[in-house]
């Protein structure tokens, strides 16, 4: 394998591969197009962009904000970019991003360029209290701020929040997009893999459609070596998933009931994320070819179930017990 360790080490792919134009977003045609029908009629109003992690939110609203302000516009301060999640709390906003957003907006470069833009990075989760005061905010700064919410989840914005936006949404990323930009920068970093099919594969299962935890995942696997020695299983131990011939013993030992086996299986998956366990059993699950239409919809409601209580915070050994208690009265 030929790499530069030096590319590998000082940056990161998923910048050194960020889309720079509106062209470069893969399979996100209709909210592109919109953006850019607001650009050409130089009315941008305030924007909701909503969808999966990874499928170009960030990036859409970067490259929007560079049309409008200049590729400069942070060092000019036009530009407040916020992790919603981290800093957006009732004490910021009074300070901070009431401040930035009535700063006079005097110069010519910002008169030319819209005036200024506020991207506000996991919107949903910030608290509906907070919500209702930028949206106080928002109503005041018409014409001078736009502001830009990014989200996973459009349920948790409040709706007077959503009123005064237009909602784009963004798509979930199929396989086939998600390995051609894999590829794409396999070729670009000249990498050569002697198994890339399965590594891509992998690689994709892994993301959960996420490109930006695809292309994470690819640099540090090539970072790491593992694909020198052909140890492709190893990623799914180092991005928090259990290895094939871990998942195929606990197969085997839901198959024949062997209770004892299921706990000791329970307990050695301490520190592991469950949720991540439940997607290999749901995909495992899938390719099994004995199963009726009948035992395979209990076993989706199983996985379904299960995967919720411990969501809501039960004991996830407790729940996995159970789990494969139901499980493997089904595969019987």
Known sequence: MALDNESLLDVPWIE?????????????????????????????PHLIFTGPAGTGKTSSALILTHKLLGNDCKKKGLLLELNASDNVRMEYVRNILKKFVNQSLISQDSEENHGKIVILDEADNIPGTVQQALRRIIEKSSGNVIFIFLCNNINRI????????????????????????????????NITIKNQDKLLDILFFISEGDLRKAINTLQMTVALEIIDDLKLDEIYSISGYFKPEILEKLFNALKLRKIDDLKDIGKSLRGYSSRNLIRQVLLKISQEKDLNNIN???????????EFRITQGSNSEIQLNALFNMISRELR
């Open 16 to 44: 050194k591969y960020r889309p720079q134009e509106f062209e470069d977003i893969i399979s996100q045609n209709l909210a592109i197009n919109n953006l850019k029908r607001f650009i050409n009629s130089k009315t941008v």
């Open 158 to 189: 409040i709706d007077p929040l959503i009123s005064r936006c237009a909602v784009l949404r963004f798509t979930p990323l199929n396989k086939e997009k998600i390995i051609s930009r894999l590829k794409f920068i396999i070729k670009k970093e």
């Open 296 to 306: 395979l919809a209990k076993i989706y409601n199983f996985l379904g179930e299960y």
